[in-house]
């Protein structure tokens, strides 16, 4: 029922929108949505403030109001005048005589200020403003002011409620009505809800205010609309035409050919008479093809409700034909009508005779089983319970939504893990086919545990507990009963965990800290009552001690003298305490290998045990018992052994080395280190001796070794050996040897040569240096030699090997003009590169010796150990694989370090004996880099070797033909002269010239009157062409057949030499 409430006003017709069309709507004259982003000030789309500018100002709130049947309802957000501050306003085509209506939403709030929120102003606003809207102090009533007077009474409304005003204005009289609706107005009621007569003075309204009075004000405005008519401004929505659904859809396919046709409208229908409709197969066609095709017979209905039409045709339609459906014009109530509607589709392809088949059957569980079908079925069929046999008990079967599969519901379960049988038979498909044959497919919930539980290991989790994991779930009954756990001196509980495979044993009787103790597990059964299949047996050892026993490893044999895998190595631990000590769980690590004793190891007090990585070789081998430990093998080179006891105490940990102190006859030499004295500290490498007992030869290396018992320690009968010496400055020389050696010998200066007169020798007090101070000091950057010889050790061993050391000491700030001109670091082999280098440049203007130079790449570092003099404009080459690279570039290289170049781009530096930087280059293999020497050949090459070297633009790559790679790809190299680069351009070489360069289909080769053969490469060094040469001095080289690239050819002249120039081939 329409509520209307009669008010005076003229009051706002709108916020100003952007949607405002004067020319398409003659006698709109404002409309405002606020259809702008929320949060927008109104200041910003088209409102100006005339008071208190910029204090809060007006926004745009979000959601918009919505009022059923007006046409600015929903249409933006709303303008939300909830403060004081900020008034604005917007104008319109100036009125002087006219009658303005003014439609507009709003909606207030119970708590609020009484005030007005609108008012009308002319076109010079100044401060007269008249049409004062009015809401009360509660939010339930707004009415139109007269001049500056607030109302004496209010329309009334309900607050948080959305309604519809219209403020009318007769200009002429001054007389202004309030309406406010509750619902939308069919027309202008006679009489306004309020009426006033304006007192205040104006000759024209061209403004539409809103303003803001008071803090407390809660008003919401949205879907203003000002016009001279109420038709224009109280504009209804538009009228809504009756929409139809056709099924099938229009343009649908594979429509079955027994379909019934519907057309559904979205409300009631009639004949455009607004007669009903009584006759619905007089509004339907139904043709084939199109609208000028052949009728179909059919019947017609229409339901109770007047929107469902249902076309029954007379007969099954025709497979695989595009039939036409159309509805005549119709209306609704409201006279509402319809054009003529119409839809296509196409039946379905002339039929599936194929019998269906069951391609599977399973159980989902005890109460279910599911049948699966290869193509869609009947429902009525599918879901007949007859046609499915061989189970006990089948209370209903529910086909899917995909009509292929369905669930039988039993009413009697199958038996868990027990096979059954389900029998299908006479279920039709959608296309009426029946199976051709009963199927019978098995069906079986769960398999049956015939399996029985074994306890996977036990421990102490401490001296009071004991926790047992099981292979399975556990019957509790016999999991929690203590007879089943033996061995322990008092089990007071066992209790089972909430997963059924672990028990906690309770001890009432505690395991002793050190000691090692036994349990033994039977007759415990797993939830499917399958009992354990034998007795089983668990060590259990718990240290909660602090401290570690004295155990010493004593002996160590970390490289014996067999080639390839060394199976006698060995370590040997010696109890050294007053107690037994059992190793269980003790763990040996040494370098990355680690061993725990598994089981009870008691070693006694001055006993030993020995572990070897082989134990089934070295214990034939020595003659004596070996535990077996971690296969894998000591490090050659020294490494770290620890022995830890259970709770992580280090009892012993030694680190030895392959080097003096360590004697290194123990490195391959066939004696092992032995600890004469455990009480010695073991990681000082003079108090090891070497194994004495004589245990046969291998690869020419006699064995000895003392495992399992104390050793005594050898008499030394080798020499002493200077290992280093060094320079600590111009006047001081250090000569470092392998053991101590007596002062006569080692002080005596006629043993220490080449350095010229030495002013004094003294030995330090381990007698296993000597410094040596010269009369003439050394020469900054030039290398001297220093020979040793005649020394003694204490066991009167006298060298006679004379030891060299070459001694440079650079203390120089300057560094000489060395530059890195040239890189090979991906050589085009397969596998590991071994044709990789790195060339050194002389470019200043003395001769330099690389001796202590240092060549960095990557993570590789050598240092030039040696002499190497490097003439001014000559050439240092390094490669990681020398003799290699020596044997295929035909030049000598020195062997550097033997770690590659990397090929994904890396440093490489070269560092004085000081460690000043003289030169270092960085790579990459991409971009700007030539990418060409990542593995397709050349190397790269610095043309100019005063040419920035980082600056990758300045590096090209080798076209110098060396050889090629398993007949395959070429080398392009130039290691020890200078570049050889020819620039892709027409190439000359002496009377030799290739043109043009790029070439097309032809290549003119010019100055060969000396050639005996000419062949052609590609770029994978692939022989492309060859042919003997017949003496003239040019020729043209057919290249049609050849593909876009770059190619070399290889001019041999008769005199034996050999040219090699690179061209392209550019279609």
């Known amino acids: 029922m329409k509520t209307k409430l009669w008010i005076v006003t003229i009051f706002l017709a709108g916020l100003w929108s952007i949607g405002l069309n004067n020319g398409a709507k003659a006698q709109l004259l404002f409309e405002e949505n606020f259809n702008y982003a929320t949060g927008a000030l109104l200041t910003d789309n088209g409102w100006t403030a005339h008071s208190g500018g910029g204090t809060n100002p007006i926004t745009v709130t979000n959601p918009g109001l919505t009022f059923a049947g007006y046409i600015g309802s929903g249409v933006g957000n709303a303008a939300s005048i909830v403060n004081t501050g900020e008034d604005v306003n917007n104008t319109f085509t100036e009125q002087t005589t006219s009658t303005i209506y003014n439609a507009f939403m709003f909606s207030t709030e119970a708590s609020n200020s009484a005030g007005y929120f609108m008012h009308y102003g002319q076109t010079t606003l100044g401060t007269s403003y008249f049409y004062r809207l009015y809401v009360n102090a509660t939010g339930d009533g707004i009415g139109l002011g007269v001049g500056t007077t607030a109302p004496t009474s209010y329309v009334t409304i309900t607050p948080g409620f959305t309604y519809l005003a219209v403020v009318k204005v007769d200009m002429v009289t001054k007389v202004a009505g309030l309406f406010v609706f509750s619902s939308f107005p069919t027309s202008e009621p006679a009489v306004a809800d309020q009426e006033i007569t304006e007192t205040a003075t104006y000759s024209n309204i061209s403004r539409i205010c809103l303003r803001q009075y008071n803090a407390a004000q809660r008003v919401v405005v949205d879907g203003i609309r000002i016009a001279n008519t109420w038709a224009e401004a109280v504009a209804p929505t538009a009228p809504a035409t009756p929409t139809a659904v056709f099924n099938p859809a229009d343009a649908a396919i594979d429509v079955a050919v027994n379909t019934n046709i519907t057309i559904t409208f979205s409300e009631a229908v009639r004949n ?107 429902d009525t069929s599918a879901e007949f319970i007859n046609h499915y046999t061989g189970l006990a008990g089948i209370g209903s079967a529910v086909l899917n939504t995909t009509l292929d599969t369905v669930t039988l519901n039993l009413s009697t379960p199958l038996v868990f893990g027990m096979p059954d049988t389900v029998c299908i038979a006479d279920v039709r498909d959608t296309s009426g086919n029946p199976m051709a044959f009963s199927q019978c497919i098995p069906v079986q919930y769960g398999i049956l545990d015939v399996t029985p539980p074994t306890a996977i290991s036990a421990w102490p989790v401490d001296l009071a507990t004991v926790k047992v994991e099981f292979s399975e779930a556990l019957d509790q009954t016999t999991a929690e009963a203590l007879a089943n756990y033996t061995g322990l001196a008092g089990i007071a509980t066992a209790t089972l965990n909430t997963t059924l495979d672990t028990v906690t044993l309770a001890l009432s009787t505690h395991l002793i800290s050190g000691v090692s103790d036994t349990l033994y597990i039977e007759n415990v059964e797993d939830v499917a009552n399958n009992p354990m299949a034998s007795q089983q047996m668990f060590i259990l050892l718990l240290d909660t001690s602090t401290t570690a026993p004295a155990l010493v490893i004593t002996e160590i044999m970390y490289n014996p003298a067999e080639s390839g895998t060394d199976t006698t190595e060995f370590i040997e631990i010696y109890n050294n305490d007053v107690i037994t000590v059992d190793l269980i769980n003790y763990t040996l690590a040494y370098g990355a290998s680690s061993f725990t004793f598994p089981v009870s190891t008691p070693i006694a007090p ?21 535990i077996q430990g971690s296969t894998g093998g000591m490090g050659n080179s020294g490494a770290t052994i620890t022995l830890r006891t259970p709770s992580g105490i280090t009892a012993d940990s030694i680190t030895y080395d392959d080097v003096a102190p360590w004697s290194p006859l123990a490195d391959e030499g066939g004696y ?53 010496a060094w320079a600590e400055d111009f006047t001081t020389v250090k000569v470092r040897f392998n053991e101590a050696v007596e002062t006569t010998s080692g002080e005596n200066s006629a043993n220490y040569t080449g350095l010229g007169a030495l002013s004094n020798v003294v030995l330090n007090t381990n007698g296993d240096t000597a410094t040596l101070t010269l009369s003439t000091p050394l020469v900054s950057g030039v290398s001297a030699t220093l020979s040793v010889t005649g020394i003694s050790d204490l066991s009167a061993n006298t060298m006679s090997i004379v030891y060299n050391f070459p001694i440079l000491l650079d203390t120089s700030t300057t560094v000489y003009n060395l530059v890195i001109t040239e890189v090979m670091y991906n050589s085009p082999e397969a596998g590991i590169d071994s044709l990789e280098f790195i060339e050194i440049y002389n470019n200043d203007a003395v001769s330099v010796d690389l001796q202590n130079y240092t060549l960095m790449y990557g993570t590789s570092s050598y240092t030039f150990a040696t002499s190497i003099v490097v003439n001014a404009g000559s050439y240092a080459l390094i490669a990681p694989k020398a003799t290699a690279a020596t044997n295929f570039y035909g030049v000598s290289f020195i062997q550097g370090a033997t770690g590659g170049i990397s090929n994904s781009g890396t440093f490489v530096k070269l560092v004085s004996p000081s460690g000043l930087l003289v030169d270092s280059v960085s790579y990459l293999p991409t971009a700007p880099w030539n990418t060409a020497a990542n593995g397709t050949g050349p190397s790269l090459t610095l043309c100019d070797p005063n040419s920035d070297n980082t600056d990758p633009l300045n590096w090209s790559v080798s076209t110098h033909f060396i050889g090629t790679i398993d007949g395959t790809t070429a080398v392009l190299a130039d290691p020890g002269t200078a570049c050889i680069i020819t620039g892709i351009s027409n190439v000359e070489s002496g009377s030799i010239s290739l043109y043009p360069n790029p070439a097309g289909n032809y290549l003119n080769i010019e100055g060969i009157a000396n050639a005996t053969t000419i062949e052609v490469f590609n770029n994978m060094g692939m022989l492309i062409s060859n042919s003997n040469h017949n003496g003239n001095a040019s020729m043209t080289l057919e290249t049609t057949s050849m593909s876009n690239g770059l190619y070399y050819i290889s001019i041999r002249m008769n005199d034996g030499s050999l040219i090699t120039k690179p061209f392209v081939i550019v279609k």
């Open 272 to 378: 455009l008479d607004n007669s009903p409709i009584t006759t619905p197969g007089s509004l339907i066609t139904l043709k084939e093809t199109n609208a000028s095709g052949a009728d179909i017979p059919f019947t017609a209905t229409l339901d109770a409700t007047n929107t469902i039409f249902t076309i029954d045709p007379t007969s099954d339609l025709n497979n695989s034909q595009l039939y036409y459906v159309e509805i005549a014009p119709v209306e609704d109530v409201d006279d509402n009508a319809t054009t003529a509607l119409n839809s296509t589709f196409t039946t379905i392809a002339l039929g599936d005779v194929t019998p269906p088949v069951v391609v599977d059957a399973w159980a989902v569980d005890l109460n279910t089983v599911q049948v699966k079908f290869n193509e869609a079925m009947r």
């Open 606 to 626: 001055g006993e030993y045990v020995l572990v070897s990585s082989n134990a089934a070789k070295a214990t034939p081998f020595y003659g004596i018992s070996f």
């Open 672 to 724: 092992s280190l032995s600890l004469c004295d455990p009480n010695l500290d073991n990681n000082v490498g003079g108090n090891w001796s070497l194994g004495h007992n004589f245990f046969g030869t291998v690869n020419g290396h006699d064995v000895y070794a003392d495992p399992g018992e104390g050793c005594t320690s050898a008499t030394d009968t080798v020499a002493p050996i200077a290992t280093h």
